[in-house]
């Protein structure tokens, strides 16, 4: 089954040993649980924007030909393709959190996601992306063919995902242990027409659901999609069936951060229909992954770059405070903050700049964005907030019965998303001592805001209990006996929802067309926090900054 994350993290540190030994003797005896670690990204920048009279005077101005403001997919994305295109004055700069949405950690040896952990296989419109793997040797062949040769290193291995249900795991995502012949119908009858629509074109010769979402037909009848959610499409079209609602609102907030009645009808289609990528080294539906997620995808973003800049020094510490355009050139105050949390700054002009920021950041950052036909109020789209928290395993817990760890497992109308297993690409003779699993969670139970003010406000041991919600009712207690090592990331404006009516909303379609001395590129302007919609955003962006 096609399914796809975007989610958020970035944490890092270690656990301390105490007066009665290592806390790893005592967590694995089940007499005390692992104490977290908390971060959350972002937060000393925002408060740093938010007292923006109080930062210090500049020590001085860098210039460069093109600036991108942002260090995560669109402007990673940007700064390749101008290297590629043998443009070597830019600087990147690196805001809060390096890779962002992709960003990655390890334990010693072992690498995991803090944020994305895959990517399909590319359909055919997504030549941005199949251009990019095969820039990295993760297409060896035919990359522009409809069966191109992927690395076997990185297509996912059976068993990919499980469900938990009732004590038992059972193969794949979608119910079906214990469910009746009544509700496998109406599963099957949802996948035919998804299938049908992967193939179906619009009356404007567009797919009507495609990646970049941008080249998607704008037929009438298919954009109408988007005045109602998913949930009421599903009941309009007879779909009653429990467990096929509990897979589509799991799949809506494991994508989108948002339950299927907050979601439109339009995006939660296109998460079953819009891709369609195929391998002639692999099954349909086969996905991308790493130990280490999409922050592999960074690394080789960054070697790339660097190897072909001939400089290291492309990328530069710091995040914007504001952008003024000015004759002839926009100048962008920036900010650095030290391990001390001292802030200095500096300005960085440049013929144009690339805004590879969140709109939620970029509405404070730009004061003139009403300008470009952007109007907050109207046109900023909902942000879910999420938690990633990364278990460090010393042994691996006692399993239910049923089909073994998978990369991706899930527990059927559980709290969270499920976890991920990043030792799971690994080859190896015996099953590793020694694993990270990964829990996923879109905190949607509240409203958005009544969860910020939870995350604020929330004790850690508030936050353990609440990123062991879908490890405990796998593992009970034996959770405890074997996770030695616990990083939480707090993330309060995570993603992009599609929310129902998102296709329409004018700032975002004017932030697409701007063509002048700022440029915008994130996946923002998609409504979809998606890689491959980032990477086309800032792809498209170096084009036109070149001309």
């Known amino acids: 089954m096609d399914r796809r994350t975007f989610l958020f993290a970035g944490a890092a540190g270690a656990v301390g040993v105490g007066a009665l030994g290592s806390l790893t003797d005592l967590s694995r005896t089940g ?5 977290p670690v908390i971060d959350s990204p972002g937060m000393r920048e925002g408060h740093a924007l938010r007292d923006l009279r109080s ?3 500049p ?3 860098l210039e460069t030909d093109i600036a991108i403001l942002g260090a995560g997919a669109a402007g990673l994305s940007c700064a390749w393709q101008l290297a590629r295109a043998g443009h070597k004055n830019f600087v990147v700069l690196a805001g809060p959190e390096f890779g962002g949405n992709a960003a990655g950690g390890r334990y010693g040896e072992l690498g995991y996601p803090k ?3 895959y ?3 590319p359909s055919m419109k997504s030549t941005h992306l199949r251009d990019m793997l095969a820039d990295f040797g993760v297409i060896e062949a035919d990359p522009f063919t409809a069966r191109p040769v992927f690395d076997e290193r990185v297509l996912v291995h059976a068993p990919d995902e499980r469900l938990l249900i009732d004590g038992q795991w059972q193969d794949g995502l979608v119910p079906t242990l214990g469910v009746n012949h009544a509700e496998i119908a109406q599963q099957q009858r949802f996948f035919a027409y998804t299938d049908t629509l992967r193939t179906a074109v619009g009356s404007d010769g567009r797919k009507v659901f495609c990646i970049p979402l941008a080249q998607s037909s704008q037929e009438p009848r298919w954009r109408a999609l988007d005045k109602r959610s998913f ?8 779909y009653t069936a429990p467990s096929l609602h509990w897979y589509l609102n799991y799949a809506c907030r494991d994508d989108f951060g948002a339950g299927y009645e907050h979601v439109s009808a339009w995006a939660g289609l296109h998460y079953f229909s819009s891709r369609g990528g195929h391998a002639r080294n692999a099954e349909d539906g086969a996905v991308l992954t790493w130990p280490d ?5 960074v690394t080789k973003l960054s070697t790339s770059i660097t190897q072909r800049v001939g400089k290291s020094t492309w990328s530069m510490p710091g995040f914007a405070a504001r952008v003024d355009e000015k004759p002839g050139s926009v100048e962008v105050l920036c900010v650095c903050i030290d391990s001390h949390n001292v802030l200095s700054t500096f300005v960085l002009k440049a013929r144009r700049v690339v805004s590879a920021m969140p709109l939620f950041v970029a509405q404070h950052v730009m004061p003139h964005l009403s300008a470009y036909g952007f109007d907050a109020s109207r046109d900023l789209p909902p942000r879910a907030p999420w938690l990633v928290s990364n278990f460090l395993m010393d042994g691996m817990p006692r399993e239910a019965q049923g089909v073994p760890l998978a990369w991706d497992n899930v527990v059927y109308r559980g709290e969270g998303l499920g976890y991920v297993v990043s030792t799971h690409q690994l080859i190896r003779l015996s099953p590793p001592q020694r694993s990270v699993f990964s829990a996923y969670q879109a905190l949607d139970l509240n409203t958005p805001d009544d969860t910020r003010r939870w995350l604020a406000a929330a004790h850690p041991d508030d936050l353990r209990t609440q990123a062991a919600i879908d490890l405990l009712p796998a593992y009970g207690r034996d959770l405890w006996r074997h996770a030695t090592a616990l990083e939480i990331t707090v993330r309060g404006h995570a993603m992009a929802t599609p929310d129902v009516g998102f296709l329409s909303r004018p700032g975002l379609l004017a ?4 063509d002048g001395p700022v440029l915008f590129a994130h996946a923002d302007l998609s409504g979809m926090s998606l890689f491959e919609e980032a990477s086309y955003w800032g792809v498209l962006a170096a084009n036109r900054a070149l001309g």
């Not at 949930?231 to 007879?238: C, I, P, S, T, Y």
Request: charged share 20%.
């Open 115 to 117: 944020g994305a952990h």
């Open 59 to 61: 020590s001085g101005t």
């Open 119 to 121: 990517l399909p296989l």
């Open 31 to 35: 007499w005390i649980e692992t104490t």
């Open 55 to 57: 930062l210090p005077a």
């Open 231 to 238: 949930k009421q499409w599903l009941l309009d079209e007879g």
């Open 293 to 297: 997620g999409l922050h592999s995808m």
């Open 511 to 514: 932030l697409r067309d701007a």
